[in-house]
């Protein structure tokens, strides 16, 4: 059974940075692909960025560039490297696992993962 908990997320101004934790369990590394979402009041969940044992990582469009997604197989940790933030980054953000598919599916799509953390929250004032 695969177990997710979210961890640093806070309170930043904007420009600035954090990092996001997802402690791990239950997780296969071979076929495991991990990401982040993130969600707001009102609002769908949102895929942030993935990482995939095959495909590599995925970002969104609004994240390229500033948010590095990886992941530490020996910790079992993921991990979300946020830089630049805005505040349109403010959001609960969500850890997420799933089985890696054939055909590939995408990675970025909520559907692609069955097990989900708490969620940390992540709010950036301007």
């Known amino acids: 059974q695969v177990h997710l908990v979210e961890s640093g997320g806070g309170s930043v101004q904007a420009g600035g940075s954090l990092r996001l934790s997802c402690a791990a369990s239950?997780?296969?590394?071979?076929?495991?692909?991990m990401g982040w979402f993130r969600q707001t009041t009102g609002k769908e969940r949102e895929g942030v960025a993935a990482?995939?044992?095959?495909?590599?990582?995925k970002y969104a469009d609004s994240v390229k560039g500033r948010f590095t997604i990886s992941r530490d197989n020996a910790k079992n940790t993921l991990y979300l490297e946020m830089n630049s933030l805005q505040s349109d980054d403010t959001a609960m953000y969500y850890c997420?696992?799933?089985?890696?598919?054939?055909?590939?599916?995408?990675?970025?799509?909520?559907?692609?993962?069955?097990?989900w953390g708490q969620g940390t929250q992540v709010t950036v004032s301007s």
């Open positions: 997420a696992a799933g089985r890696v598919r054939l055909p590939f599916g995408p990675l970025l799509d909520a559907s692609m993962y069955t097990s």
């Open positions: 990482i995939s044992p095959i495909e590599g990582t």
């Open positions: 239950g997780i296969n590394h071979i076929t495991d692909l």
